[in-house]
Protein backbone atom coordinates (compact mmCIF):
# COMPACT_ATOMS: atom_id res chain seq x y z
CA UNK A 1 0.00 0.00 0.00
CA UNK A 2 2.85 2.31 1.06
CA UNK A 3 4.47 1.68 -2.57
CA UNK A 4 1.20 2.26 -4.16
CA UNK A 5 0.60 5.64 -2.17
CA UNK A 6 3.70 6.41 -3.33
CA UNK A 7 3.55 5.78 -6.79
CA UNK A 8 0.35 7.73 -7.11
CA UNK A 9 2.15 10.86 -5.17
CA UNK A 10 5.03 10.37 -7.85
CA UNK A 11 2.81 10.70 -10.11
CA UNK A 12 0.52 13.40 -9.61
CA UNK A 13 3.92 15.31 -8.90
CA UNK A 14 4.85 14.50 -12.36
CA UNK A 15 1.25 15.90 -14.25
CA UNK A 16 1.53 19.09 -11.66
CA UNK A 17 5.23 19.75 -12.89
CA UNK A 18 4.70 18.77 -16.70
CA UNK A 19 1.12 20.85 -16.40
CA UNK A 20 3.35 23.89 -14.92
CA UNK A 21 5.68 23.57 -17.76
CA UNK A 22 2.70 23.81 -20.10
CA UNK A 23 1.09 27.22 -18.90
CA UNK A 24 3.02 31.08 -19.33
CA UNK A 25 4.93 32.24 -16.58
CA UNK A 26 2.56 34.31 -14.76
CA UNK A 27 -0.45 31.66 -15.30
CA UNK A 28 2.42 28.79 -13.67
CA UNK A 29 3.10 31.40 -10.76
CA UNK A 30 -0.51 31.43 -9.73
CA UNK A 31 -1.10 28.34 -9.76
CA UNK A 32 2.24 27.29 -7.85
CA UNK A 33 0.84 29.82 -5.19
CA UNK A 34 -2.06 28.27 -5.43
CA UNK A 35 -0.96 25.34 -4.20
CA UNK A 36 1.16 26.70 -1.47
CA UNK A 37 -1.82 28.20 -0.14
CA UNK A 38 -3.59 24.72 -0.44
CA UNK A 39 -0.77 22.98 1.31
CA UNK A 40 -0.83 26.11 4.25
CA UNK A 41 -5.04 25.65 4.58
CA UNK A 42 -4.89 21.42 4.23
CA UNK A 43 -1.24 19.94 4.74
CA UNK A 44 -2.49 16.51 4.80
CA UNK A 45 -4.54 16.25 2.08
CA UNK A 46 -2.73 18.81 -0.63
CA UNK A 47 0.09 18.56 -2.62
CA UNK A 48 3.44 19.66 -1.34
CA UNK A 49 5.06 22.66 -3.33
CA UNK A 50 8.69 21.64 -4.00
CA UNK A 51 11.83 23.27 -4.76
CA UNK A 52 11.82 21.78 -8.34
CA UNK A 53 8.32 23.35 -8.61
CA UNK A 54 9.86 26.66 -8.31
CA UNK A 55 12.71 26.06 -10.83
CA UNK A 56 10.11 25.41 -13.63
CA UNK A 57 8.71 28.85 -12.79
CA UNK A 58 12.12 30.68 -12.34
CA UNK A 59 12.89 29.13 -15.57
CA UNK A 60 10.02 30.23 -17.33
CA UNK A 61 10.82 33.90 -16.30
CA UNK A 62 14.24 33.86 -17.58
CA UNK A 63 13.21 32.70 -20.78
CA UNK A 64 10.97 35.98 -20.93
CA UNK A 65 13.49 38.02 -19.44
CA UNK A 66 11.17 38.91 -16.76
CA UNK A 67 14.03 40.26 -14.28
CA UNK A 68 11.76 41.46 -11.05
CA UNK A 69 9.41 38.76 -11.02
CA UNK A 70 11.87 35.99 -10.39
CA UNK A 71 13.37 38.00 -8.22
CA UNK A 72 10.45 38.21 -6.23
CA UNK A 73 9.69 34.31 -6.91
CA UNK A 74 13.40 33.87 -5.18
CA UNK A 75 12.24 36.36 -2.29
CA UNK A 76 9.02 34.27 -2.02
CA UNK A 77 11.26 31.40 -1.32
CA UNK A 78 13.41 32.76 1.09
CA UNK A 79 10.35 33.52 3.14
CA UNK A 80 9.14 30.31 2.67
CA UNK A 81 11.96 28.70 3.94
CA UNK A 82 12.73 31.36 6.74
CA UNK A 83 9.24 30.29 8.34
CA UNK A 84 10.71 27.21 9.39
CA UNK A 85 7.74 25.51 8.04
CA UNK A 86 8.59 25.03 4.41
CA UNK A 87 12.53 23.60 5.35
CA UNK A 88 12.36 21.37 2.40
CA UNK A 89 12.31 24.79 0.05
CA UNK A 90 15.76 26.01 0.56
CA UNK A 91 17.02 27.95 -2.21
CA UNK A 92 19.46 26.39 -4.06
CA UNK A 93 22.08 27.17 -6.73
CA UNK A 94 19.76 26.48 -9.54
CA UNK A 95 17.10 29.08 -8.48
CA UNK A 96 19.79 31.46 -8.22
CA UNK A 97 21.32 30.36 -11.48
CA UNK A 98 17.75 31.04 -13.04
CA UNK A 99 17.51 34.44 -11.83
CA UNK A 100 20.70 35.72 -12.41
CA UNK A 101 19.86 34.37 -16.01
CA UNK A 102 16.70 36.10 -15.95
CA UNK A 103 18.69 39.72 -15.23
CA UNK A 104 20.87 39.10 -17.89
CA UNK A 105 18.25 38.58 -20.61
CA UNK A 106 16.60 41.36 -19.33
CA UNK A 107 19.29 43.92 -20.06
CA UNK A 108 17.51 46.58 -17.33
CA UNK A 109 19.76 49.66 -16.14
CA UNK A 110 21.65 48.23 -13.93
CA UNK A 111 21.21 44.74 -14.50
CA UNK A 112 25.00 43.71 -14.31
CA UNK A 113 24.92 45.27 -10.54
CA UNK A 114 21.77 43.40 -9.85
CA UNK A 115 23.51 40.02 -11.14
CA UNK A 116 26.70 40.63 -9.06
CA UNK A 117 24.44 41.62 -5.77
CA UNK A 118 23.29 37.72 -6.37
CA UNK A 119 26.29 36.18 -6.45
CA UNK A 120 27.79 38.17 -3.58
CA UNK A 121 24.61 36.46 -1.75
CA UNK A 122 25.55 33.04 -3.18
CA UNK A 123 29.34 33.51 -1.88
CA UNK A 124 28.06 34.57 1.55
CA UNK A 125 27.04 31.13 2.02
CA UNK A 126 30.09 30.12 3.22
CA UNK A 127 29.46 28.58 7.19
CA UNK A 128 27.88 25.19 7.65
CA UNK A 129 24.77 27.55 8.91
CA UNK A 130 24.37 29.15 5.94
CA UNK A 131 22.47 27.75 2.56
CA UNK A 132 25.77 25.82 1.51
CA UNK A 133 23.64 24.55 -1.56
CA UNK A 134 23.32 27.62 -2.98
CA UNK A 135 26.58 28.51 -3.14
CA UNK A 136 27.85 29.50 -6.67
CA UNK A 137 29.42 26.65 -8.50
CA UNK A 138 31.50 26.79 -11.40
CA UNK A 139 28.67 26.91 -14.06
CA UNK A 140 27.46 30.01 -12.52
CA UNK A 141 30.72 31.88 -12.29
CA UNK A 142 31.09 30.99 -15.95
CA UNK A 143 27.67 32.27 -16.94
CA UNK A 144 28.21 35.69 -15.58
CA UNK A 145 31.72 35.74 -17.17
CA UNK A 146 30.04 35.05 -20.42
CA UNK A 147 27.52 37.88 -19.64
CA UNK A 148 29.84 40.42 -18.89
CA UNK A 149 31.81 39.31 -21.91
CA UNK A 150 28.50 39.86 -23.68
CA UNK A 151 27.96 43.13 -22.25
CA UNK A 152 31.30 44.71 -23.06
CA UNK A 153 32.23 45.13 -19.31
CA UNK A 154 35.96 43.73 -19.78
CA UNK A 155 37.56 44.78 -16.99
CA UNK A 156 35.14 43.26 -14.68
CA UNK A 157 34.70 39.59 -16.70
CA UNK A 158 38.44 39.64 -15.82
CA UNK A 159 38.08 40.66 -12.04
CA UNK A 160 35.89 37.52 -12.09
CA UNK A 161 38.61 35.27 -12.51
CA UNK A 162 40.43 36.71 -9.20
CA UNK A 163 36.50 36.48 -7.96
CA UNK A 164 36.58 32.64 -8.42
CA UNK A 165 40.21 31.65 -7.37
CA UNK A 166 39.44 34.05 -3.85
CA UNK A 167 35.48 32.58 -2.98
CA UNK A 168 34.99 30.27 -0.30
CA UNK A 169 33.24 28.10 -3.35
CA UNK A 170 36.61 26.37 -3.90
CA UNK A 171 35.93 26.80 -7.42
CA UNK A 172 39.00 27.15 -9.70
CA UNK A 173 38.95 29.20 -13.52
CA UNK A 174 38.40 26.27 -16.11
CA UNK A 175 39.24 26.80 -19.63
CA UNK A 176 35.42 28.21 -20.21
CA UNK A 177 36.35 31.24 -17.55
CA UNK A 178 39.52 32.29 -19.35
CA UNK A 179 37.45 31.63 -23.11
CA UNK A 180 35.02 34.12 -21.39
CA UNK A 181 37.27 36.83 -20.45
CA UNK A 182 38.93 36.16 -23.96
CA UNK A 183 35.88 36.94 -25.94
CA UNK A 184 35.18 40.25 -23.58
CA UNK A 185 38.92 41.24 -24.76
CA UNK A 186 38.68 40.38 -28.61
CA UNK A 187 34.59 41.96 -28.37
CA UNK A 188 35.81 45.03 -26.93
CA UNK A 189 38.28 46.20 -29.79
CA UNK A 190 40.23 48.70 -26.96
CA UNK A 191 43.64 49.33 -27.51
CA UNK A 192 45.91 46.84 -25.53
CA UNK A 193 43.11 44.20 -25.50
CA UNK A 194 44.93 41.87 -28.21
CA UNK A 195 47.91 42.19 -26.41
CA UNK A 196 46.50 41.30 -23.07
CA UNK A 197 44.76 38.52 -24.87
CA UNK A 198 47.56 37.07 -25.61
CA UNK A 199 48.79 37.56 -22.35
CA UNK A 200 46.29 35.84 -20.97
CA UNK A 201 46.64 32.80 -23.38
CA UNK A 202 50.31 32.45 -22.60
CA UNK A 203 49.25 31.87 -18.82
CA UNK A 204 47.23 29.18 -19.87
CA UNK A 205 49.88 27.77 -21.61
CA UNK A 206 52.20 28.05 -19.02
CA UNK A 207 49.36 26.96 -16.39
CA UNK A 208 48.10 23.95 -18.23
CA UNK A 209 51.93 22.23 -18.07
CA UNK A 210 52.65 23.90 -14.49
CA UNK A 211 53.44 20.70 -12.37
CA UNK A 212 55.75 18.75 -13.40
CA UNK A 213 55.31 18.77 -16.86
CA UNK A 214 51.56 17.17 -15.74
CA UNK A 215 49.24 18.35 -17.77
CA UNK A 216 46.40 20.63 -16.27
CA UNK A 217 43.77 19.65 -18.04
CA UNK A 218 40.95 21.96 -17.19
CA UNK A 219 42.64 25.15 -18.10
CA UNK A 220 44.48 23.10 -21.70
CA UNK A 221 43.78 26.31 -24.58
CA UNK A 222 41.58 25.15 -27.38
CA UNK A 223 40.83 25.69 -30.48
CA UNK A 224 38.28 28.10 -29.23
CA UNK A 225 40.94 29.99 -27.02
CA UNK A 226 43.38 30.56 -29.74
CA UNK A 227 40.24 31.67 -32.77
CA UNK A 228 39.63 34.41 -30.01
CA UNK A 229 43.18 35.38 -29.46
CA UNK A 230 43.57 35.51 -33.19
CA UNK A 231 40.23 37.34 -33.45
CA UNK A 232 41.38 40.30 -30.92
CA UNK A 233 44.64 40.68 -32.94
CA UNK A 234 42.16 41.43 -36.29
CA UNK A 235 40.04 43.48 -33.76
CA UNK A 236 43.25 46.32 -33.05
CA UNK A 237 44.33 46.77 -36.58
CA UNK A 238 43.86 50.13 -36.35
CA UNK A 239 45.53 50.32 -33.11
CA UNK A 240 48.23 47.94 -34.06
CA UNK A 241 50.13 47.94 -36.99
CA UNK A 242 51.53 44.72 -36.90
CA UNK A 243 48.00 42.98 -35.74
CA UNK A 244 47.67 41.22 -38.63
CA UNK A 245 50.89 39.63 -38.54
CA UNK A 246 50.33 38.14 -35.08
CA UNK A 247 47.24 37.02 -36.15
CA UNK A 248 49.41 34.88 -38.21
CA UNK A 249 52.08 34.09 -35.98
CA UNK A 250 49.11 32.73 -33.58
CA UNK A 251 47.86 30.55 -36.65
CA UNK A 252 51.33 29.02 -37.30
CA UNK A 253 51.72 27.87 -34.01
CA UNK A 254 48.10 26.00 -33.94
CA UNK A 255 49.64 24.70 -36.91
CA UNK A 256 53.07 23.45 -35.55
CA UNK A 257 51.08 22.32 -32.01
CA UNK A 258 48.83 20.10 -33.80
CA UNK A 259 51.31 18.87 -36.73
CA UNK A 260 53.32 17.64 -33.18
CA UNK A 261 49.90 16.14 -32.44
CA UNK A 262 47.63 18.47 -30.04
CA UNK A 263 44.62 17.68 -31.78
CA UNK A 264 42.56 19.91 -29.38
CA UNK A 265 44.11 23.17 -31.50
CA UNK A 266 44.26 22.17 -35.02
CA UNK A 267 43.28 25.46 -37.01
CA UNK A 268 39.75 25.19 -38.99
CA UNK A 269 38.08 27.68 -41.65
CA UNK A 270 37.66 30.02 -39.01
CA UNK A 271 41.34 30.58 -37.61
CA UNK A 272 42.17 31.14 -41.67
CA UNK A 273 39.24 33.31 -42.22
CA UNK A 274 40.23 35.50 -39.10
CA UNK A 275 43.72 35.88 -39.91
CA UNK A 276 42.23 36.72 -43.80
CA UNK A 277 40.33 39.17 -42.26
CA UNK A 278 43.09 40.41 -40.22
CA UNK A 279 45.33 41.35 -43.34
CA UNK A 280 42.18 43.00 -44.58
CA UNK A 281 42.06 45.55 -41.87
CA UNK A 282 46.08 45.82 -41.39
CA UNK A 283 45.96 48.63 -44.46
CA UNK A 284 48.88 47.22 -45.66
CA UNK A 285 48.51 47.69 -49.20
CA UNK A 286 51.71 46.41 -49.91
CA UNK A 287 51.47 42.48 -48.90
CA UNK A 288 47.46 42.58 -47.52
CA UNK A 289 46.17 41.01 -50.85
CA UNK A 290 48.91 38.93 -51.30
CA UNK A 291 48.89 37.30 -47.57
CA UNK A 292 45.10 36.80 -48.28
CA UNK A 293 45.48 34.82 -51.76
CA UNK A 294 48.38 32.86 -49.72
CA UNK A 295 45.81 32.01 -46.92
CA UNK A 296 43.10 30.95 -49.05
CA UNK A 297 45.65 28.61 -52.18
CA UNK A 298 46.67 27.14 -48.34
CA UNK A 299 42.89 26.35 -47.22
CA UNK A 300 41.94 25.18 -50.66
CA UNK A 301 44.83 22.83 -51.15
CA UNK A 302 44.40 21.29 -47.69
CA UNK A 303 40.59 20.74 -48.44
CA UNK A 304 41.25 19.24 -51.88
CA UNK A 305 43.62 16.66 -49.70
CA UNK A 306 40.97 15.33 -47.82
CA UNK A 307 41.03 18.20 -44.72
CA UNK A 308 36.93 19.14 -44.74
CA UNK A 309 37.97 21.89 -41.35
CA UNK A 310 39.44 24.34 -43.32
CA UNK A 311 36.79 24.57 -46.18
CA UNK A 312 36.56 28.26 -47.63
CA UNK A 313 33.17 29.47 -47.25
CA UNK A 314 31.02 33.15 -48.14
CA UNK A 315 32.91 34.71 -45.17
CA UNK A 316 36.30 33.50 -46.15
CA UNK A 317 36.16 34.45 -49.97
CA UNK A 318 34.20 38.42 -48.41
CA UNK A 319 37.52 38.90 -46.36
CA UNK A 320 39.77 38.00 -48.81
CA UNK A 321 37.97 40.59 -51.36
CA UNK A 322 38.37 43.13 -48.72
CA UNK A 323 42.31 42.50 -48.25
CA UNK A 324 42.44 42.85 -52.41
CA UNK A 325 40.45 46.24 -51.68
CA UNK A 326 43.35 47.21 -49.58
CA UNK A 327 46.16 45.89 -52.20
CA UNK A 328 44.11 48.17 -54.88
CA UNK A 329 43.86 44.36 -57.12
CA UNK A 330 40.54 44.79 -58.91
CA UNK A 331 41.70 41.59 -61.51
CA UNK A 332 42.38 39.47 -58.71
CA UNK A 333 39.21 40.54 -57.13
CA UNK A 334 36.44 40.29 -60.00
CA UNK A 335 38.01 36.58 -60.59
CA UNK A 336 37.62 35.57 -57.19
CA UNK A 337 34.16 37.45 -57.35
CA UNK A 338 33.47 35.02 -60.36
CA UNK A 339 34.87 32.19 -58.94
CA UNK A 340 32.63 32.25 -55.56
CA UNK A 341 29.15 32.65 -58.33
CA UNK A 342 30.33 29.50 -60.46
CA UNK A 343 30.70 27.38 -57.50
CA UNK A 344 27.25 28.64 -55.65
CA UNK A 345 25.67 27.85 -59.47
CA UNK A 346 27.22 24.11 -59.54
CA UNK A 347 26.92 23.07 -55.88
CA UNK A 348 23.72 25.19 -54.77
CA UNK A 349 25.74 25.36 -51.17
CA UNK A 350 24.36 28.15 -49.47
CA UNK A 351 27.97 28.20 -47.21
CA UNK A 352 29.39 29.91 -50.32
CA UNK A 353 26.54 31.88 -51.79
CA UNK A 354 27.54 35.52 -52.36
CA UNK A 355 26.02 37.89 -49.77
CA UNK A 356 25.32 41.48 -49.38
CA UNK A 357 28.61 42.10 -47.45
CA UNK A 358 30.13 40.02 -50.98
CA UNK A 359 28.93 42.49 -53.08
CA UNK A 360 30.00 45.46 -51.12
CA UNK A 361 33.12 44.26 -50.57
CA UNK A 362 33.59 44.03 -54.32
CA UNK A 363 32.30 47.36 -54.41
CA UNK A 364 34.63 48.96 -52.50
CA UNK A 365 37.25 47.08 -54.71
CA UNK A 366 36.78 49.23 -57.22
CA UNK A 367 36.43 52.01 -55.03
CA UNK A 368 39.87 51.57 -54.36
CA UNK A 369 40.70 51.02 -57.55
CA UNK A 370 41.55 54.35 -59.34
CA UNK A 371 40.21 52.73 -62.34
CA UNK A 372 38.37 54.95 -65.24
CA UNK A 373 35.58 52.99 -65.09
CA UNK A 374 35.38 51.88 -61.58
CA UNK A 375 32.30 53.99 -60.78
CA UNK A 376 30.32 52.24 -63.71
CA UNK A 377 31.64 48.87 -62.76
CA UNK A 378 30.40 49.37 -59.18
CA UNK A 379 27.42 51.31 -60.42
CA UNK A 380 26.51 47.88 -62.71
CA UNK A 381 27.14 45.63 -59.04
CA UNK A 382 24.65 47.88 -57.30
CA UNK A 383 22.33 47.76 -59.87
CA UNK A 384 22.43 44.19 -60.54
CA UNK A 385 21.88 43.73 -56.59
CA UNK A 386 18.64 45.61 -56.81
CA UNK A 387 17.08 43.71 -59.90
CA UNK A 388 18.10 40.14 -57.68
CA UNK A 389 15.40 38.06 -56.52
CA UNK A 390 17.64 36.67 -53.62
CA UNK A 391 17.13 38.67 -50.18
CA UNK A 392 20.58 37.50 -49.38
CA UNK A 393 22.21 39.82 -52.07
CA UNK A 394 19.53 43.10 -52.07
CA UNK A 395 21.09 46.40 -51.76
CA UNK A 396 21.76 48.36 -48.14
CA UNK A 397 22.59 52.01 -47.21
CA UNK A 398 26.07 50.88 -47.86
CA UNK A 399 26.09 49.56 -51.17
CA UNK A 400 24.32 52.92 -52.11
CA UNK A 401 26.80 55.18 -50.28
CA UNK A 402 29.39 53.62 -51.24
CA UNK A 403 28.93 54.05 -55.25
CA UNK A 404 27.82 57.18 -54.56
CA UNK A 405 31.11 58.41 -52.92
CA UNK A 406 32.92 56.99 -56.24
CA UNK A 407 30.92 59.58 -57.77
CA UNK A 408 31.35 62.53 -55.63
CA UNK A 409 35.51 61.51 -55.74
CA UNK A 410 35.25 62.00 -59.69
CA UNK A 411 32.74 65.30 -59.53
CA UNK A 412 36.20 67.79 -60.58
CA UNK A 413 36.57 65.17 -63.45
CA UNK A 414 33.45 64.29 -64.71
CA UNK A 415 30.93 66.44 -66.08
CA UNK A 416 27.83 63.42 -65.42
CA UNK A 417 28.74 62.68 -61.43
CA UNK A 418 26.11 64.93 -60.12
CA UNK A 419 23.64 63.65 -62.33
CA UNK A 420 24.72 59.94 -61.47
CA UNK A 421 24.86 60.82 -58.13
CA UNK A 422 21.03 62.67 -57.48
CA UNK A 423 19.84 59.65 -59.65
CA UNK A 424 21.01 57.10 -56.86
CA UNK A 425 19.75 58.81 -54.04
CA UNK A 426 16.16 59.54 -55.83
CA UNK A 427 16.31 55.12 -56.51
CA UNK A 428 17.45 55.02 -52.19
CA UNK A 429 14.44 57.04 -51.61
CA UNK A 430 12.10 55.75 -54.21
CA UNK A 431 12.56 52.35 -52.42
CA UNK A 432 12.26 53.22 -49.03
CA UNK A 433 9.09 54.97 -49.73
CA UNK A 434 7.89 52.18 -51.99
CA UNK A 435 9.03 48.90 -49.93
CA UNK A 436 9.42 51.05 -46.22
CA UNK A 437 12.75 48.48 -45.98
CA UNK A 438 15.48 50.27 -43.85
CA UNK A 439 18.10 48.87 -45.94
CA UNK A 440 17.10 51.49 -48.26
CA UNK A 441 16.46 54.48 -46.15
CA UNK A 442 19.04 57.24 -46.61
CA UNK A 443 21.28 58.60 -43.85
CA UNK A 444 23.29 61.45 -43.09
CA UNK A 445 26.07 59.96 -45.21
CA UNK A 446 24.74 60.31 -48.05
CA UNK A 447 23.11 63.54 -47.94
CA UNK A 448 26.49 64.75 -46.71
CA UNK A 449 27.78 62.57 -49.60
CA UNK A 450 25.85 63.96 -52.10
CA UNK A 451 26.82 67.40 -51.08
CA UNK A 452 30.24 67.00 -50.96
CA UNK A 453 29.51 66.30 -55.20
CA UNK A 454 27.48 69.60 -56.04
CA UNK A 455 30.60 71.44 -53.82
CA UNK A 456 32.73 69.49 -56.11
CA UNK A 457 30.89 70.10 -59.45
CA UNK A 458 31.24 73.06 -60.90
CA UNK A 459 32.03 75.79 -58.37
CA UNK A 460 30.67 77.03 -55.09
CA UNK A 461 29.16 79.51 -56.62
CA UNK A 462 26.39 77.41 -58.56
CA UNK A 463 26.17 74.64 -55.70
CA UNK A 464 25.19 76.55 -53.11
CA UNK A 465 21.88 76.43 -53.12
CA UNK A 466 21.71 72.60 -53.92
CA UNK A 467 23.84 72.28 -50.91
CA UNK A 468 22.00 73.98 -48.61
CA UNK A 469 18.97 72.95 -49.70
CA UNK A 470 20.12 69.29 -48.68
CA UNK A 471 21.50 70.40 -45.37
CA UNK A 472 18.52 72.30 -44.41
CA UNK A 473 16.54 68.62 -45.38
CA UNK A 474 18.60 66.53 -43.60
CA UNK A 475 18.14 69.05 -40.28
CA UNK A 476 14.51 68.84 -40.73
CA UNK A 477 14.00 65.06 -40.68
CA UNK A 478 17.25 64.92 -37.52
CA UNK A 479 14.55 67.14 -35.70
CA UNK A 480 11.27 65.32 -36.77
CA UNK A 481 12.83 62.26 -34.88
CA UNK A 482 14.80 60.65 -37.31
CA UNK A 483 18.36 60.43 -35.57
CA UNK A 484 20.00 58.45 -38.49
CA UNK A 485 20.15 62.41 -40.22
CA UNK A 486 21.81 63.97 -37.57
CA UNK A 487 24.34 66.24 -38.97
CA UNK A 488 27.73 65.88 -37.91
CA UNK A 489 31.06 67.54 -37.95
CA UNK A 490 32.10 66.48 -41.76
CA UNK A 491 27.99 68.02 -43.14
CA UNK A 492 28.21 71.35 -41.04
CA UNK A 493 31.97 71.69 -42.24
CA UNK A 494 30.61 70.90 -46.40
CA UNK A 495 27.84 73.69 -45.99
CA UNK A 496 30.25 75.92 -44.29
CA UNK A 497 32.92 75.35 -47.44
CA UNK A 498 30.10 76.12 -49.84
CA UNK A 499 29.42 79.30 -48.63
CA UNK A 500 32.70 80.63 -47.76
CA UNK A 501 33.91 80.08 -51.50
CA UNK A 502 30.64 81.34 -52.99
CA UNK A 503 31.85 84.97 -53.11
CA UNK A 504 28.18 85.85 -52.36
CA UNK A 505 27.44 89.28 -49.98
CA UNK A 506 25.15 87.25 -47.33
CA UNK A 507 27.91 84.42 -47.44
CA UNK A 508 29.19 86.04 -43.60
CA UNK A 509 25.41 85.82 -41.94
CA UNK A 510 24.59 82.43 -43.59
CA UNK A 511 27.21 81.20 -41.53
CA UNK A 512 26.58 83.08 -38.54
CA UNK A 513 23.12 81.42 -38.88
CA UNK A 514 24.80 77.44 -39.13
CA UNK A 515 26.63 78.47 -36.34
CA UNK A 516 23.96 78.96 -34.05
CA UNK A 517 22.44 75.95 -35.67
CA UNK A 518 25.60 73.76 -34.51
CA UNK A 519 24.86 74.30 -30.95
CA UNK A 520 21.28 73.40 -31.24
CA UNK A 521 22.48 69.88 -32.75
CA UNK A 522 25.13 69.65 -30.14
CA UNK A 523 27.78 69.74 -32.74
CA UNK A 524 31.09 71.45 -31.43
CA UNK A 525 32.86 73.72 -34.05
CA UNK A 526 36.34 73.09 -34.73
CA UNK A 527 38.96 74.85 -36.57
CA UNK A 528 38.45 74.45 -40.08
CA UNK A 529 34.78 74.96 -39.52
CA UNK A 530 35.49 78.53 -37.84
CA UNK A 531 38.16 79.28 -40.59
CA UNK A 532 34.76 78.56 -43.09
CA UNK A 533 32.70 81.65 -41.59
CA UNK A 534 35.86 84.04 -41.25
CA UNK A 535 36.45 83.53 -45.16
CA UNK A 536 32.60 83.97 -45.57
CA UNK A 537 32.69 87.07 -43.61
CA UNK A 538 36.12 87.78 -46.31
CA UNK A 539 33.50 87.57 -49.39
CA UNK A 540 31.60 90.57 -47.66
CA UNK A 541 32.62 93.72 -49.80
CA UNK A 542 29.68 96.06 -49.28
CA UNK A 543 30.39 96.44 -45.39
CA UNK A 544 34.38 95.38 -44.96
CA UNK A 545 34.27 97.44 -41.33
CA UNK A 546 31.58 94.98 -40.16
CA UNK A 547 33.25 92.05 -41.68
CA UNK A 548 36.19 92.87 -39.71
CA UNK A 549 34.23 93.01 -36.56
CA UNK A 550 32.55 89.92 -37.46
CA UNK A 551 35.90 87.94 -38.24
CA UNK A 552 37.42 89.12 -35.08
CA UNK A 553 34.33 87.95 -32.74
CA UNK A 554 34.94 85.21 -34.43
CA UNK A 555 38.51 84.81 -33.43
CA UNK A 556 37.69 85.58 -29.91
CA UNK A 557 34.78 83.04 -30.09
CA UNK A 558 38.22 80.29 -30.94
CA UNK A 559 39.66 81.80 -27.75
CA UNK A 560 37.05 81.32 -25.79
CA UNK A 561 36.15 77.90 -27.00
CA UNK A 562 40.08 76.33 -26.89
CA UNK A 563 39.68 76.12 -30.35
CA UNK A 564 43.51 76.58 -32.05
CA UNK A 565 43.77 78.47 -35.19
CA UNK A 566 46.12 77.41 -37.61
CA UNK A 567 47.82 78.95 -41.11
CA UNK A 568 44.54 79.52 -42.78
CA UNK A 569 43.04 81.23 -40.02
CA UNK A 570 46.32 83.50 -40.34
CA UNK A 571 45.94 83.80 -43.77
CA UNK A 572 42.34 84.85 -44.55
CA UNK A 573 42.29 87.37 -41.55
CA UNK A 574 45.66 88.66 -42.79
CA UNK A 575 43.29 89.31 -45.95
CA UNK A 576 40.53 90.89 -44.07
CA UNK A 577 42.46 93.29 -41.91
CA UNK A 578 44.20 94.71 -44.99
CA UNK A 579 40.67 95.45 -47.00
CA UNK A 580 39.54 97.65 -43.83
CA UNK A 581 40.98 101.71 -43.45
CA UNK A 582 40.05 100.92 -40.00
CA UNK A 583 42.08 97.90 -38.89
CA UNK A 584 44.82 99.55 -36.92
CA UNK A 585 48.20 97.66 -36.07
CA UNK A 586 47.96 94.92 -38.72
CA UNK A 587 51.38 93.51 -38.25
CA UNK A 588 50.92 93.76 -34.34
CA UNK A 589 48.08 91.50 -34.52
CA UNK A 590 49.44 89.02 -36.99
CA UNK A 591 52.39 89.19 -34.92
CA UNK A 592 50.08 88.58 -31.78
CA UNK A 593 48.21 85.20 -33.89
CA UNK A 594 51.23 84.26 -35.18
CA UNK A 595 52.40 83.72 -31.68
CA UNK A 596 49.14 81.91 -30.54
CA UNK A 597 50.16 79.87 -33.43
CA UNK A 598 53.24 79.10 -32.15
CA UNK A 599 51.90 77.98 -29.06
Not at 213 to 218: F, K, P, R, Y
Not at 261 to 270: I, R
Not at 333 to 362: C, K, W
Not at 441 to 447: F, I, W
Request: aromatic share 8%; hydrophobic share 35%; proline share 4%.
Amino acid sequence: NNNNNNNNNNKIIHNFHTNLRKLPAREAEDKLFHTVHQYEVDPENSLRPLPHSFSIVLNSYAQMGAAREAQALLDVMHHLYGEGKYHWLRPQVAHYSSVINAWMRSGEAGYLDQVDGLLQEMEDFSSPSCLSSARPNQIVYNKVIHGLAKAGELERAEHMLERISSSSSRCVPDIISFNGVLHALAKSGKRGSAQRAEEILQRLEVMHYEQNSNANEIVRPDLYTYNTVIDAWAKSCKYEPDAAERAEALLRRMEEMHASGNKSVKPDTVSYTTVIDAWSKSGNKAVAGERADALLKSMDDMFLSGNEDVKPNAFTFTACLNAFAVSNDPTRAEALFERMHRMFEATGNEDIQPSVETYNAMIKVWAHSGRDDAPERAQALLFSMNESSKPVIMPNVISFNTVLNMWASRACTRPDAVERAEDIVKLMESLYEDKGDPRYKPNERTYTTLMKCWLRSSGARDAVERVDNLFEVMRKMYHGGDSDFKPNHISYLTVMIAWAKCERTGAGRRTEELLSQMQMDGVRPNTAIINCAIEAWSQCTNNVDEAVFQAEKLLFTMNEMDIQPNEKTLKVMHKIWLRSSKSTNVSDKIIALRDKLAK
